[in-house]
């Protein structure tokens, strides 16, 4: 509960809150969907998962057609989750372009409305509502994610965060109850975005080790690691093929090079140094708002490790000798601060050691993913912060706050803005080209030696590479295509679908299956041996053993979650 002693000096501070998340998302709400470095992924990936729905498909892994590609394997690798709600926003607002960005303006209302009633089980109405905003302002949030970089995926990932530790909170009052809403979480988080759960698994953690000890009992622990466990089985369906099926597809890339390796560090880094050797950040600051990447980074850089540093030094400006503060909320301080601190050590080339020999860790690609944490922690010390403030245990002039906090906010906010102005953002006609003319990246697509373009003229779906003859396609819908080939000779047929183990060729005179591996090294394509004649083919792409044994342990995990949610509500029945 709030803490009863703390006297909030602001009136209604949600009102704060809410009217400054208007003001910052309302230039994303009139221009739409911005086009940062992965805004055409989203773009093409939300529209082919809409299409695929609408074939029946539960859950859409391989998409058939997504734009210049020939069948691609992405869902297969990339979680699903986040894009079942765009899916269903898509008829309703008029395209996946403003669907996105109405999917991303709820999940900023979900991760304040989280971060807000998370912070106000241990402060006060107007300190939590100073967390809020902190979490809303940092640049990783809406500068980085949205606007640069238009992260969608782990816009989510971040707006689920503080609702897992809620779940925590609650697994230490009501065993079960908690314990079903932890793992249904965690599986959310886990499907929406792994790299964020590696990170943030640990935080969750070692906060249900920090109630346990507030509590002086280990049930929350135990619960969590139960329940984090059981998330991860509920989402065994995507995260077992993904892991496991990576050879299938070209994915060396995604661990190594300039950008996509772990010493491609965020704090400290080449261009920090040159910038910092100058001295001369008013014109670093010019140049990243006129959109120059060379002086953006040194500028977050700045920004993220100057907000986290100057929460610290606030709370570490309260007066030691004041009994009426409470202790708790000054370990909670201090053990934040530790873990901020390992945080942002993670971004430095002190870290390098663990990047190396932690495996699970350079799977997260980017050492600057740990900003998501680095914002949850900062959000968590303005919050101890502005307690220290408003409760007159802080050295800090009274007269000061209102002018310290005014002015950081109207500099957050005015960052932010000038950020969302800045940035291009998609027309109607530019959405239509982007997915017209999209070539998946690599990690989706199966190496080969030559381009398979070349073998498909204008929009044939089907080709012969060598002999003749006449293809007429009947059926061509996700992993199921039906063909009716025509040849006198017979020859080698190129189908306008990457090889994926799975593919299976049937004719209709023959029950043995035919090779459907013949282009597979050389255009990475499926190709079939036609037999002369007159043929029908039916060609299916089935459950991998991996895809399979995902949707065992899911089932069994969510008949296990059920059997926990009815026995809890059984329970509150007989107490009542």
Wanted: charged letters at 15%; hydrophobic letters at 50%.
């Amino acid at each position: 509960m709030p803490c009863p002693h703390v006297q909030p000096r602001f009136r209604r501070p949600t009102s704060l809150l809410i009217g400054v998340t208007i003001l910052v998302l309302l230039p994303y709400a009139l221009r739409g969907w911005p086009a940062g470095h992965d805004s055409h992924h989203q773009l093409a990936w939300a529209d082919a998962f809409y299409r695929q729905l609408s074939f029946d498909e539960v859950y859409p892994r391989w998409l058939v057609d997504l734009g210049v590609d020939h069948g691609v394997p992405t869902f297969f690798f990339y979680p699903p989750a986040a894009f079942y709600l765009v899916s269903f926003l898509i008829p309703l607002v008029g395209g996946p372009a403003q669907a996105l960005m109405v999917s991303v303006i709820i999940s900023v209302a979900c991760g304040l409305a989280g971060i807000y009633r998370w912070l106000h089980t241990r402060f006060d109405s107007t300190s939590s509502v100073s967390g809020a905003l902190v979490f809303l302002l940092m640049p990783y949030h809406l500068v980085i994610d949205l606007a640069v970089r238009s992260a969608y995926s782990e816009l989510w990932g971040l707006a689920l965060m503080p609702w897992i530790l809620i779940s925590i909170d609650y697994t230490s009052k009501t065993f079960i109850r908690g314990l079903v809403a932890t793992a249904t979480l965690i599986a959310l988080l886990l499907l929406t975005h792994p790299p964020t759960s590696v990170l943030f698994i640990p935080f969750a953690l070692l906060y249900a080790i920090y109630i346990c000890f507030e509590q002086k009992r280990w049930g929350t622990l135990i619960s969590s690691l139960f329940a984090i466990t059981l998330g991860a089985a509920l989402s065994a369906v995507y995260l077992l093929p993904a892991l496991t099926q990576g050879e299938y597809a070209d994915q060396a890339h995604m661990f190594s090079g300039d950008h996509n390796h772990y010493s491609n560090w965020f704090l400290f880094n080449s261009s920090t140094t040159a910038i910092a050797s100058r001295a001369d950040y008013f014109y670093a600051i010019k140049w990243a708002f006129l959109g120059d990447s060379s002086y953006f980074k040194p500028l977050i850089d700045t920004i993220t490790v100057g907000s986290v540093l100057f929460c610290w030094a606030l709370f570490a400006s309260r007066k030691r000798d004041v009994s009426n503060e409470p202790p708790r909320i000054s370990r909670f301080a201090l053990c934040t601060v530790a873990v901020s601190t390992a945080y942002l050590a993670l971004n430095c080339r002190i870290s390098a050691w663990l990047w190396a020999h932690l495996i699970v860790l350079p799977k997260v690609q980017f050492p600057w993913r740990t900003n998501g944490e680095i914002t949850l922690c900062a959000a968590i010390l303005a919050a101890c912060a502005m307690s220290a403030l408003l409760t007159r245990n802080s050295r800090v002039p009274a007269r000061a706050v209102p002018i310290a906090v005014g002015t950081t906010l109207a500099i957050m906010i005015a960052a932010n803005l000038a950020i969302a102005f800045k940035y291009a953002y998609f027309t109607r006609a530019n959405e239509i080209i982007a997915i017209q003319s999209y070539r998946s990246a690599p990690e989706h697509r199966v190496p080969s030696i030559k381009n398979a373009s070349t073998l498909f003229r204008t929009e044939h779906q089907a080709a012969f590479v060598s002999g003749h003859g006449e293809v007429t396609v009947t059926m061509w819908s996700p992993r199921h295509i039906k063909l009716t080939v025509k040849s006198d000779a017979g020859g080698i047929l190129a189908i306008a679908q990457q090889y994926y183990p799975g593919w299976a060729i049937l004719t209709d005179d023959s029950p043995r299956a035919l090779s459907a591996d013949l282009l597979s090294t050389e255009y990475g394509v499926v190709g079939v041996a036609v037999p002369p004649g007159r043929h029908s083919l039916n060609i299916t792409l089935g459950w991998t053993p991996h895809e399979k044994t995902g949707w065992i342990i899911s089932g069994i995990a969510f008949t296990l979650l059920c059997l926990l949610f009815a026995i809890g509500a059984i329970r509150r029945t007989r107490r009542q």
